[in-house]
C-alpha cells in the first residue's frame, strides 16, 4: 500500500509540475509567431467583455485561460479604459502588462503659429481625441482660464503654445489645455529671463505678440512689426490691424471673415484696433516665441504703417503720404498683385 501511495503522490506531483510547465509556456510564451502591432481598445465594462474580444482578434486563443491568469496575478480590477499597441507575438502576460499599464497609444498633433483656439479645437477633433465642443468649453472656460494663468482673463486665447504634443484618447479636453499651456509657460520664462527692451503686463504683451503673429509669417520682420506697433501706441494712434477685425467679427457673430470690406473696418467690436484707440482686450491667436520676443524687442524705427507687398513681406513708411503711395503701388495695382502669394516667402 505504501508503495502505491508513492506511486500516486509521485504521480500527482509530476502532473503539477507538468500543469506548471504548460501554464508557464502558455503565459509567458509567445502566443504567434506573427509580429504585427494591433491597437487594441479596452472599453468600459465587465473583464470577460475585453477578454472575449482579444480572442475574436486572435491576440488570445483562450479568454477561458486569459481570464484565468488574470485572476491567478489579481489583475482583473486593474484593466485600464483606453487604446492600447499589442503585438500578436506577445505573450499573455505581455498582454496583461499592457492593459494594466498606463501606456496608452498616443496621437501627435502639431499646432502651428499663430492658430487661435477655434483651430486648435478643430486640430484636436480631427485628430479623435476629443470633440471641437468640449475643447472650446475648456478653453474658453473664464474662470478656469484666469486661475490657471494666475490673472483674469476671458478664457485661454494667447496662453496655448504652438507645438508638436502627443495625446492619448484618454486625455481630457482639460490635460490637453493644460499640457499646452505649461509649454508657454516655460518658453515664455526661458524668454524673460533674457535681457529685453520693454516691460508689459502679461496680458497686453501676449496680445500685442499675437497681432505681430497674424501680421506677418516672416521671421525678419517681427522686430519691425513690433515697433510699427509700440510707435503707434506711443503717439496713442489707432492700431489698425486687418487680422483683429477678422477675430471681432468671429467672437461676435461666429463667422471667419475671407475678405475684410468697409462695413467690417467700421463694425465696432471690442477687438477692432480700427475704432478702438489701444490694444484689443485679449490675445487674438497663439503666438509663438520670436513674436513673443519680438513684442518686447521692438527694432529701433520711426515707422508707422506697412502695406503687403503679397509675398509674405512688407514695406514699412514713416509718413501716411508714403504709406498712401505703397498702398497703391502693392494694393490698387492689380498688376503687383497677380501671380503673386504669401506662400512665396518659403521659396526665399
Not at 485628430?127 to 465642443?133: P, Y
Not at 525678419?220 to 471681432?248: A, C, W
Amino acid at each position: 500500500m505504501k508503495k502505491i501511495a508513492v506511486v500516486v503522490i509521485s504521480l500527482g506531483f509530476f502532473l503539477a509540475s507538468a500543469l506548471l510547465v504548460l501554464a508557464y509556456n502558455y503565459f509567458y510564451s509567445p502566443l504567434s509567431e506573427q509580429s504585427e502591432e494591433v491597437v487594441f481598445e479596452v472599453k468600459p465594462g465587465p473583464f470577460y467583455m475585453t477578454a472575449k474580444e482579444l480572442e475574436e482578434k486572435g491576440i488570445i486563443p483562450s479568454r477561458r485561460l486569459f481570464t484565468y491568469f488574470a485572476q491567478l496575478r489579481g489583475d482583473i480590477k486593474n484593466i485600464q479604459v483606453g487604446e492600447f499597441s499589442l503585438n500578436r507575438n506577445y505573450s499573455a502576460a505581455q498582454v496583461l502588462d499592457k492593459l494594466t499599464s498606463s501606456d496608452y497609444v498616443k496621437y501627435s498633433i502639431t499646432i502651428p503659429e499663430g492658430y487661435n483656439i477655434f483651430e486648435i479645437a478643430s486640430i484636436v477633433e480631427k485628430a479623435g481625441l476629443t470633440t471641437a465642443d468640449d475643447f472650446l468649453a475648456v478653453a474658453r472656460d473664464k474662470d478656469f482660464a484666469s486661475n490657471l494663468v494666475g490673472i483674469s482673463l476671458p478664457g485661454m486665447e494667447g496662453f496655448l503654445f504652438p507645438d508638436t504634443y502627443n495625446f492619448s484618447k484618454t486625455d481630457s479636453a482639460k490635460k490637453m489645455v493644460e499640457s499646452m499651456f505649461s509649454q508657454f509657460k516655460a518658453n515664455y520664462e526661458e524668454i524673460m529671463a533674457q535681457n529685453n527692451q520693454l516691460k508689459m503686463p502679461l496680458l497686453a504683451h501676449i496680445t500685442l505678440a499675437s497681432m505681430i503673429e497674424k501680421e506677418t509669417g516672416a521671421a525678419f520682420e517681427r522686430p519691425t512689426i513690433s515697433s510699427v506697433f509700440h510707435n503707434r501706441l506711443n503717439k496713442r494712434m489707432r492700431l489698425q490691424s486687418d487680422p483683429t477685425i477678422i477675430y471681432g467679427v468671429m467672437m461676435e457673430e461666429g463667422v471667419w471673415l475671407k475678405n475684410i470690406r468697409k462695413k467690417h473696418i467700421l463694425q465696432k467690436t471690442a477687438y477692432n484696433t480700427y475704432t478702438i484707440p489701444a490694444l484689443p482686450p485679449s490675445p487674438i491667436a497663439n503666438p509663438g516665441r520670436e513674436s513673443i520676443a519680438a513684442a518686447l524687442n521692438p527694432a529701433d524705427t520711426d515707422y508707422l504703417y506697412f502695406v503687403s507687398q503679397n509675398d509674405g513681406t512688407h514695406v514699412f513708411t514713416k509718413t501716411y503720404k508714403e504709406h498712401k503711395a505703397a498702398v497703391r503701388k502693392y494694393q490698387l495695382n492689380q498688376k503687383a498683385r497677380e501671380g503673386k502669394s504669401w506662400r512665396d516667402l518659403k521659396q526665399k
